[in-house]
């Protein structure tokens, strides 16, 4: 944001006046802009025995996530997706439970994607939540 034509006035003119009119002027721009929440996408390699093969891509789904393939490598599958940060948080120990830990992944960032609307909201809800209690 620049301030074009600033001039400084002896008598209304104040460090602060500044200040809040830069406030202002920021708060009018973020509404006029139509913001939007943003959320890491990770591109998420899965490593499992042929048996549990539905059952990740079934989790994955329903993690948000995108399948993008699935590879026959000896007795494995090795799935291959896009999912967002979020999802995968307990991702480790939620694999180990539904592979009788056999399986394996690696995950590394992807892009930035726009967080879903529905998602967004609860976000939103859960920040305010916060810092109402702060």
Known sequence: MDL???KFHQVDS???????????????????ADPCLLEPIMNVTISVPDQFMGNIIGDLNGRRGQVMGVEQVGKRQEISAMVPLSEMLRYSIDLKSMTS??????????????????????VIAASKTEEEEA
């Not at 406030?23 to 006029?32: D, H, K, N, P």
């Not at 399986?103 to 909201?121: N, S, W």
């Open 4 to 6: 074009h034509d600033g």
């Open 14 to 32: 104040s460090d602060m006046a500044f200040q809040i009119a830069g406030s202002m002027a920021f708060a009018t721009g973020v509404q006029q």
């Open 101 to 122: 830990a056999r399986g394996k992944f690696t995950m590394e960032f992807e892009r930035y994607e726009i967080v879903p609307d529905d998602v967004a909201q609860k």
